[in-house]
T-cell receptor
């Protein structure tokens, strides 16, 4: 069965202090990797889809990259409003239907 | 527009009650999902509907009964729940059953007393 591990579990940054979140995966043939942001008590918000090693996607202060074994979410000059839990998920096909296998997330806190 | 709506936002029910959660999307998506999320845990898949047909049931207890009346609506009927069923229930949709991003609703916070 596919496995997804995220690190660190929690991360505290000062405003403007850039860093990276890691998502490592063990799958039998990656079909897609997804990044989501989740605020407390709310549903996950879709950020990026990555399909193949070497692919990169950017959105404002966020940049997602993908290798054959892991993905990184780089946060450049974060602001307090970037505080959230960031979830990584891989696509697992189950009898022809997609199932997302989520990691346990990284809780990010950005202080002013 | 990538909006999925869910009602109610909060629900408190006793163990003998019957209630329903509702989910709606107008993106023309043909796959819809129910997830359960406990505090500080990732979402866990419960059910998958594709073209209004139940396609995956992740061994969910029968006290949870899903229904897909049409391509835009998804319901989750609840009956005789246990306190451990208290959680955030999330609905999601995707373009189809393939490798696609899923768009989540805001969730229903369910408390079983």
């Amino acid at each position: 069965e596919d496995q997804v591990t995220q690190s660190p579990e929690a991360l505290r940054l000062q405003e403007g202090e850039s860093s990276s979140l890691n998502c490592s995966y063990t799958v039998s043939g990656l079909r897609g990797l997804f990044w989501y942001r989740q605020d407390p008590g709310k549903g996950p918000e879709f950020l990026f889809t990555l399909y193949s090693a070497g692919e990169e996607k950017e959105k404002e202060r966020l940049k997602a990259t993908l290798t054959k074994k892991e993905s990184f979410l780089h946060i450049t000059a974060p602001k307090p409003e970037d505080s959230a839990t960031y979830l990584c998920a891989v696509s697992e096909m189950n009898t022809g239907f997609q199932k997302l296998v989520f990691g346990t997330g990284t809780r990010l806190l950005v202080s002013p | 527009d990538t909006e999925v709506t869910q009602t109610p936002k909060h629900l408190v029910m006793g163990m003998t009650n019957k209630k329903s959660l509702k989910c709606e999307q107008h993106m023309g998506h043909r796959a819809m999902y129910w997830y359960k999320q406990k505090a500080k845990k990732p979402p866990e898949l419960m059910f998958v509907y594709s073209y209004e047909k139940l396609s995956i049931n992740e061994s969910v207890p029968s006290r949870f009964s899903p229904e897909c009346p049409n391509s835009s609506l998804l319901n989750l009927h609840l009956h005789a729940l246990q306190p451990e069923d208290s959680a955030l229930y999330l609905c999601a949709s995707s373009q189809d059953r393939g490798v696609r991003e899923q768009y989540f609703g805001p969730g229903t916070r369910l408390t079983v007393t």
